[in-house]
């Protein structure tokens, strides 16, 4: 779908077709525009030429009901989206750009290198795609979090002129500010400038580490992003929106999950001052990818169900809100730090 050429298609008729439009494909979820019946035919047919609907993706389904597209954007390239439904609500995990140039050692897309940035619409699509599927089953997407291929904050304009489409009331897919988090390793240019967006999109921080050596090591932007540096940049915008941050924490076996750890960040997260932060701890997933690219170095481990639990006691004790992600896809290799568009 190209909005552009959308745009142009309407440039010399009245404004009123193309909000018309808009609303068809994102409100109306339409697949082609032999739906949109309001339009005149020989409009919907020139439509259907010039800016066609149809997504190229594939899909499987996982046995806890999370379900994974492969989408193939028009260049070939491939990326992947995840839906995952928990309490009867649907979430998709997007993606911001094909592969990542950031190399974090846990995760699947680090190791495809990065190809690049996507495009406002590629990331509308996954939602819309999704959006689609649900439809047929009388349900909606509900939340949307940009923790899929890629660093969102590497592709800033991009991110934001989607989530402006995706949270439009009247001519986009009306999704609340408040349902959508963008997640970034850190990257504080682009935490700097979402301070100062108007939307309630929320922010989380892949932090998984409470020092600075170790981060480095799994986290190679750390280098250039330090937790200390991160951190001054995560009380200026809790100062200035009072909304609350997510600290995401993958949890790796005798890598970064011991009592000691845990003590450290909550210290970490303590030296913020503010009830405003939680620490979400997710488990990790091993991917074929990660294991096969590290056969040489020794291979990531998740840590036990019992080491978790013990993590997540010690910051609650501490009065640090924390919360267990479940794992959602683990066997289409669609949960976290897993995705890899094979
Ligand atoms: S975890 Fe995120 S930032 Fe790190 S390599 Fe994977 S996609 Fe990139």
Redesign the pocket.
Known sequence: MDLTQLEKIFLDKPPFYLKEARRAVFGNLIDDWKQATTMPSELRGKLNKQCPLDISARISVSKDGTAKTLITLDDGLKIESVLMRYSGRNTVCVSSQAG?????L??A??KLGFKRNLTTEEIVEQVLFFARFLKKENQRVNNIVFMG???PFLNYDNVMAAIKILNDQKQGMAIGARHISVST?GIIEGIEKFIDEPLQVNLAI?LHAPNNKLRSQI?P?NKKYPIEKILVCVKKYISKTGRKVMFEYIMIKEMNDSPTQARQLASLIKSLKTKLCMVNLISYNPSLAVRESRQATGIFEPSPQETIKNFKNILQKQGIETTQRFRFGQDIEGAC?QLAAK
């Open positions: 990542c140039p950031l190399g974090c846990f995760c897309t680090g291929m890629g660093e390793i892949s986290v932007a730090g």
